[in-house]
């Protein structure tokens, strides 16, 4: 079982720039890949997806592709820079003598100047780099794959824990709901009485009243659907592949057995204990929502 959430970062190197492939997953419901880079390059995220896709099938998957020149090119394109500024600033200060103007400048407008200069980064074509690109991807992928198994092993420990918890408290629900055909009789019976029906069987008004006892005396169906969902949801917890929508889907239906024995229950202990497990269970939705 794995999480959704994971990174993974490579670095890797060309012949005049070093760059990093950074690989980041977050929890969905469905799959969304993303990438991110030189504008040169855009033609890359069909095979990078496809690289992803084989490894993942849910979560917002960000691929993010980093570039810096190497050291001796940006020593020459700091050189290129400072020329550029000195010319721009000889110039204003021709123009200023021209002029008859105070000629002081001063940080900020060589901050300016420099900022103003565009800085132009000539990028091999893609067909050159993209064996080293599906590389690194790759390895970003397999540490952000190792990342997402890792907190899964995490998140199953604790969800396996809970699932215990809940399969405890519907134990002590089962116990605590032993006479509950003989309190639900009793309310039927001063019902009847109550509203002056005798026990006719072919009153409508009686049957109906006992389709109503049938159906709360008894939550037996209820606690063995429980114990059913609780081995089902165990077992998901030790699949190897992505389990997250059909464990979503056994909570749901947890949820619903628990409301059902609240509704039939007649005792606050009873009540109490189905409040617990609600609790427990919302819990567990929202671990689950960041699972595969």
């Given amino acids: 079982m794995n999480s959704m959430t994971g990174y993974g970062r490579a670095e890797f190197s060309l012949p005049d ?42 979560g917002r998957i960000r691929l993010s592709v ?30 200023c003598e021209e002029g008859n103007v105070s000629y002081s400048p001063s940080v900020d407008l060589v901050q300016r100047i420099l900022s103003s200069i565009p800085r132009d980064i000539i990028l091999p074509n893609l067909e050159s780099v993209e064996s080293v690109l599906i590389e690194s991807t790759r390895l970003a992928l397999k540490e952000m794959i190792g990342m997402r198994q890792d907190e899964g092993t995490s998140l199953a420990t604790d969800l396996k ?10 134990l002590e629900i089962e116990q605590q709901s032993v006479g509950l055909a003989q309190e639900w009789r009793d309310r039927l019976l001063q019902r009847l009485s109550e509203s002056g029906l005798e026990i006719d069987c072919d009153n ?3 049957r109906r009243e006992f389709s ?5 005396a008894d939550n037996s169906e209820e606690i063995t659907r429980i114990f059913s969902h609780l081995e ?15 464990l979503e889907f056994i909570v749901q239906e947890l949820g619903r057995e628990f409301n059902t024995l609240g509704s039939k229950s007649t005792k606050a202990t ?9 609790v427990e269970i919302e819990k567990i939705r929202e671990q689950i929502m960041n699972i595969e």
């Fill in 204 to 206: 409508e008004a009686v």
């Fill in 66 to 95: 980093l570039l810096h020149p190497q050291s001796i090119l940006a020593q020459d394109s700091s050189a290129e820079q400072f020329k550029k500024v000195h010319d721009q600033l000889e110039v204003l200060k021709t123009i």
């Fill in 212 to 216: 109503v006892f049938a159906e709360k």
């Fill in 17 to 58: 720039h070093s760059g990093v492939v950074e690989i980041s997953s977050v929890n969905k419901k469905g799959f969304e890949f993303l990438l991110h880079g030189p504008k040169e390059w855009q033609f890359f995220e069909k095979k990078a997806q496809e690289l992803v896709r084989s490894q993942a099938e849910r």
């Fill in 161 to 170: 824990k809970r699932s215990t918890t809940l399969r405890t408290l519907a």
């Fill in 232 to 246: 089902q949801f165990e077992s998901g917890l030790n699949y190897h592949g992505p389990i997250g929508r059909k």
């Fill in 270 to 278: 009873v009540s109490d204990l189905v409040i617990n497990a609600k």
